[in-house]
């Protein structure tokens, strides 16, 4: 045994040991924070500011003038009658879909799970591009089984959007059904309650919050979303096309903030309402808690099975459709199947794919280098830094990409601003994405940082690790699954991503998304079809590879899809 | 050197958790702290590893005051209630990661690494990762790793209330045949009396953040200060003093004979109560003469197994309790029955 004399206390840079510590962790905040002032709070002021700036100086002239326009009242209520379609539909139609997959025995649950996550893997504007070459003029139905159905307007966006939003609902409902206390269903059964009485008394109240948190996120969702009535809305306008049209069509900055702000509005204030109701949420399930298990029904499986299996065929035949019209030569007059879209010998060829696969791998790099570090800020460290930090960080969650874009445009083309040599640029649209996911990757990184918890600082901080020993050899090494997850979800949002880049964009950065709007804008169907399917293999490969590495690492319980 | 405690105040928001404690912990000496959840135990040795800050007080190893060196150069060896080792490193690198931290070179590093496996027996385990092993295992590890920098001092926040009974009791043994072969200082937080009982040189007592008695596991059973830590030690009859009978010790209006102890604990002005342990309390026949009968009816009886607890109530004092534990195969008397019982003098504890 060998007993040194060193059992004393290290003296020598006790000092320096302390306020190494602090400075390293005050350095590390004040990196997190710098790039989120600039790139966030800046563009956000930056909206606010152009929406008082009139040509007559500082006023509310752009409100007055968009508010008294009949025009502009209309949109307003085509926005949210549309919204409020669309957000029934979607969150009725989720509902009982997961609800059918977690309390019911239905056949080939995994295929179900994952074929209703499709639409998260395409462009916001595939559901349009779908329905037209169902619905549309020269659609299946119309064409070939001589209905006469006209899509365009309305209800073409909002079930569109219904389809667009469905998957958002589902994973949010999925969640709130997953978790039940078995006990509190056998005392109801024991009381004498039937299915539909559990149904209403117990199921329901505890899938409320759940309920609530996706009607706001959904119905955010479809109203700021701009592709799916860029496309298929026809002569229908809501507010989110208005902003792109004031903008990119007339150069209307100012009317096009003003509009950016309303639309900011009720983001923010469903984002306000779920967080109050979330707060209020008290455990449901307690460590004591029995998990639920599904008895077999005949009839109710069977009902479910079919219910699961109906809405799964209508959102994959939009889809399958979609893949269909880009190995024909010529919807719908000459179906002989051909690869010739997929030569894109358009535009710029195939250019816009690999930029956006270059942006979207860019954004993911980025991405989990600054969730990751805002995330280990927030979470490990405590300085006056770490609470505006943490606001900061879910702030984006209620700034919907098309009015963070717009932000971007009016503060970054000001030639006084410093930044303006970002402007036109790739790096600015991959910094513009990694801001527009902020919220939901640091959400996503602080859980898990959570999880790890702090018993593993504390063990290395008394063996004599300093706080960045303790960050490379444990923190880092627990947390790259969720790291690798993050960056997954920055690639996927960024492929599919419209709404927030559209204002950046320019001939020279181009990207896929943007592509597939301006093709089938310009009535070239099959070859937008062919982009779009492009785009899915693109994300599905990348999720294929990732989930690979991780079962090879034998990471397991890391989600990707979200 | 001796690890000295001075006056230290703790405080969360409203709560004090710990309240002005003071504390000499001699070199070598193994000290339990011991109290139920939420007494400050555990704030105490957080606060020794440095891992809080005090709001006001000193702790000084030897000469050299602590209050000012922050965890990492603090040297002192900690084991956690469960799961602190690194998931992600074999057992032989989490014993090695303080040496890797001291910047250790290699070779000097791989026979410290063995030479802690083999103190823990579980040199066949190096390479294993902790969700390979057993929680016992797990522990051990935990215990090489703490030592492996060759510490100032060992401090154990709840080791064992992670495991289950068996294994408890083995690592209970272990952890003490370490301490003494090694010579180091050690702390270890407890609620669990036997625990303390069983392993420490010195108990320390803790309530509401203040420490209720300082002494040897002897003398904390023989001669509990407060009704608290004669409670808290094993079982024992707490019996409130009549008001008005200065001077003199009555129960139940029966004034009852005390024999002064060595250390003279028993100071008549500041007593509260006598406690006595149910193993000291006789049964008598009612009528019974000497010193020390109260009459008593026998409230409730229960068997189990080597002992037989016997709940008796005072006649003049019904509502304290009085429990008797009967050894082997003595006559258990019914519920009902009239009895008397017997407080021997020199069992009877003066608290305060």
Avoid at chain 1, 2 to 19: D, L
Wanted: with cysteine; glycine share 8%; hydrophobic share 50%.
């Amino acid at each position: 045994m060998s007993v040194s004399a060193a059992r004393e206390p290290q003296r020598a840079g006790k000092a320096a040991g302390w306020a190494s510590d602090r400075s390293i962790t005050m350095g590390l905040s004040v990196l997190a924070a710098i790039p989120i002032l600039l790139f966030l709070l800046l563009p956000l002021t930056g909206i606010l500011l152009r929406g008082f700036e009139t040509p007559s100086g500082f006023g509310i002239g752009n409100f007055t003038e968009t508010f008294g326009a009949e025009r502009f009242w209309r949109l307003v209520l085509n926005s949210i009658s549309m919204s409020l379609t669309a957000t029934l539909a979607a969150v009725g139609l989720a509902y009982f879909y997961a609800y059918a997959l977690q309390r019911a025995a239905i056949p080939f649950k995994p295929f179900l799970r994952i074929a209703v996550l499709t639409p998260l893997f395409a462009p916001s504007l595939v559901q349009a591009q779908g329905l037209i070459l169902l619905l549309g003029r020269n659609g299946v139905l119309n064409r070939f089984l001589g209905f006469d159905i006209d899509i365009y307007g309305f209800w073409g966006t909002a079930i569109a959007n219904a389809l667009y939003a469905f998957p958002y609902a589902y994973l949010i409902l999925s969640a709130a059904l997953a978790v039940a206390d078995a006990r509190i269903y056998e005392s109801a059964e024991t009381l004498g309650a039937g299915p539909a009485r559990i149904f209403r008394d117990v199921t329901l109240p505890a899938t409320r919050f759940g309920l609530a948190a996706a009607i706001f996120v959904v119905f955010t969702l479809v109203m700021t979303d701009f592709g799916n009535p860029m496309v298929i809305g026809g002569d229908f306008s809501v507010l989110a096309t208005e902003v792109y049209n004031q903008v990119i069509g007339q150069a209307q900055f100012g009317l096009g903030a003003v509009i950016g702000i309303v639309l900011l509005v009720p983001a923010i204030l469903a984002k306000l309402i779920e967080k109050r109701i979330s707060s209020r949420q008290h455990a449901l399930v307690t460590a004591q808690s029995k998990p639920l298990e599904t008895k077999p029904s005949r009839g109710r499986d069977l009902a479910f099975s079919l219910y699961a299996y109906t809405v799964v065929s209508l959102i994959l035949s939009v889809l399958v459709i979609v893949v269909v019209a880009s190995f024909v030569r010529l919807w719908p007059y000459n179906m002989s199947f051909t690869l010739k879209h997929y030569e894109f010998d358009v535009q710029n060829g195939t250019a816009p794919l690999w930029n956006s696969v270059g942006v979207s791998l860019a954004t993911a790099i980025l991405g989990v280098a600054i969730t990751g570090l805002t995330a280990i800020v927030v979470q490990k460290f405590k300085n006056p830094l770490t609470g505006p930090l943490s606001l900061l960080a879910i702030l984006p969650a209620a700034v919907p990409g098309m009015v963070l874009g717009l932000g971007y445009v009016l503060t970054f083309n000001d030639p006084a601003n410093p930044l303006n040599v970002l402007y036109g640029s790739f790096t600015l649209i991959v910094i513009l994405s990694v801001y527009y996911n902020h919220a939901h990757a640091f959400l996503i990184s602080s859980t898990s940082l959570k999880q790890i918890g702090p018993v593993f600082d504390e063990a290395s901080t008394t063996l004599g690790g300093s706080t960045l020993t303790t960050l490379r050899k444990v923190t880092l090494p627990l947390l790259w699954p969720t790291l690798l997850g993050v960056g997954v979800f920055y690639f996927m949002r960024t492929m599919v991503s419209l709404s927030a880049v559209i204002f950046l964009v320019t001939p020279s950065t181009q990207l896929a998304a943007v592509s597939v709007l301006q093709l089938s804008d310009r009535g070239a169907v099959n070859q937008a079809a062919a982009f779009s399917v492009c785009i899915m293999a693109i994300v599905i490969g990348c999720l294929l590879i990732v989930r690979t590495i991780l079962w090879l690492a034998g990471a397991k319980n890391v989600t990707l899809i979200r | 050197m001796d690890l000295s405690i001075h006056d230290l105040v703790k405080r969360f928001g409203k709560l004090t958790a710990l309240d002005h404690v003071s504390l000499e912990v001699a070199q070598g000496s193994f000290v339990c702290f011991l109290g139920p959840s939420g007494c400050g135990k555990t704030t105490l040795l957080r606060v020794i590893a440095g891992l809080e800050e005090a709001d006001g007080g000193s702790i000084r190893l030897g000469e050299s005051d602590l209050s000012s060196i922050p965890a990492r150069n603090r040297n002192f060896g900690v084991v956690f209630q469960s799961y602190s080792l690194f998931p992600n490193m074999t057992a032989a690198r989490n014993v090695g990661y303080g040496l890797e931290c001291r910047r250790w070179d290699k070779p000097r590093m791989q026979n410290r690494i063995k030479e802690m496996l083999d103190l823990v027996h579980l040199a066949d385990q190096a390479e294993k990762l902790p969700s390979q092993m057993s929680g016992g295992q797990q522990q051990r590890i935990a215990l090489a790793r703490a030592l492996a920098p060759d510490p100032s001092a060992l401090l154990l926040d709840e080791p064992l209330s992670a495991l289950d009974a068996k294994v408890r009791e083995e690592l209970r043994i272990e952890i003490r045949a370490v301490q003494k072969r090694l010579g180091i200082t050690t702390i270890m937080v407890t609620h669990d009396q036997e625990e303390a009982l069983a392993m420490a040189d010195l108990i320390v007592v803790m309530s509401k953040g203040r420490i209720e008695q300082i002494g040897t596991p002897q003398q904390l059973y023989r001669e509990p200060a407060t009704a608290f830590v004669a409670d808290f030690i094993g079982r024992m009859n707490v019996l409130p003093l009549d008001p008005g009978a200065a001077g003199s010790y009555r129960f139940a209006g029966t004034p009852l004979a005390v024999a002064t102890l060595a250390n003279g604990t028993a100071n008549a002005a500041t007593a509260a109560a006598l406690g006595i342990r149910p193993e000291a309390v006789a049964l008598r026949e009612r009528g019974a003469s000497g010193e020390n009968i109260l009459a008593v009816d026998v409230r409730s009886v229960s068997f189990l197994g080597n002992i037989t607890r016997v709940e008796l109530a005072p006649e003049n004092r019904p509502e304290t309790a009085i429990v008797a534990e009967l050894h082997g195969t003595a006559t258990v008397p019914e519920t009902g029955t009239r009895l008397a019982v017997s407080l021997p003098a020199d069992a009877l504890r003066v608290l305060s």
